[in-house]
């Protein structure tokens, strides 16, 4: 079990470190242990995805409205307009969004505060909480979306937002690696449960709610070891080459 980092508060510190890793980099590892060394040296840039500055404004919209005002809403109502692209310039690309996406996560809020089951989870929680803790001598790091009590159980509950219907969301999570990721904040947080609210980025915005069950946070640990097994393998022990060769059975 890990501890709360208060450093790690300040967003800026939390995603500007690369000395904790979190799941994220185990993710852009497991995709490309060469880009993934590339980036670790600040020789390389993860391409700018609107799709996570959208999932961070819903977030800060559900779970620190207080915040809302760092982000520029935009008059525009699509990305590809050439006035959205001078308040990127203006504004920064990952503080902008448009008078459409504004609206979608108004509604999302809405959808959530309408269920008394989400909302209560979401009213009574720890918000954005930065933990840290080790594995195996690797310092380790994760931000909960929330953390409360329910049910007398300790509970991480992680907000997703999905392009694809919310019935459909076991498979994107297997798919997306959510397994994994419960299995790290449990790990971290020393919780009892983790539970998933996807909700819908398209009309009716619907929300949902699913409990991660033992075997798929089995699955994720499986994930979590093998991605840190690499990670030790290759940039710990330094057995990391620019020549180092993927190899996987099917």
């Known amino acids: 079990m890990g501890k709360v980092h208060e450093p790690f508060i300040d967003d800026s510190k939390y995603y500007s470190d690369k000395s904790y890793v979190s799941n994220s980099m ?7 242990p060469h880009l993934f060394n590339l980036w670790m040296q600040g020789k390389y840039d993860y391409p700018k995805n609107s799709n996570f500055v959208i999932g961070r404004y819903v977030h800060t919209m559900v779970l620190e409205p207080e915040k809302i005002g760092e982000f520029h809403i935009s ?3 699509t990305r590809t307009s050439a006035a959205f692209k001078e308040d990127i310039k203006k504004y920064g690309y990952d503080w902008v969004v448009t008078a459409s996406e504004h609206e979608m996560s108004v509604a999302i809020q809405e959808q959530i ?6 909302s209560e989870l979401f009213l009574f929680a720890d918000r954005e909480v930065p933990f840290i803790s080790e ?7 994760g931000k909960v979306d929330a953390i409360t009590e329910y049910d007398g159980m300790k509970v991480v509950v992680d907000l997703k937002t999905t392009g694809k ?3 459909a969301f076991s498979k994107s999570a297997r798919s997306f690696d959510y397994d994994r990721q419960a299995y790290f904040y449990l790990n971290l947080t020393g919780a009892d449960a983790f539970m998933f609210v996807p909700v819908e980025k398209s009309f009716p915005y619907t929300p949902a709610l699913y409990t991660a069950s033992d075997d798929f946070v089995a699955r994720g640990k ?3 070891e093998k991605a840190m097994n690499l990670y030790k393998q290759l940039f710990v022990d330094g057995e990391y080459s620019e020549d180092y ?3 996987a059975q099917l």
């Open 135 to 141: 594995w195996n001598g690797i310092p380790i790091k």
């Open 113 to 118: 505060e309408r269920r008394d089951k989400l």
């Open 165 to 167: 219907e919310v019935t």
């Open 75 to 77: 008059n525009m109502r």
């Open 245 to 247: 060769l993927i190899e």
């Open 26 to 32: 185990l993710g852009r590892l497991m995709d490309s």
């Open 222 to 224: 499986y994930k979590f």
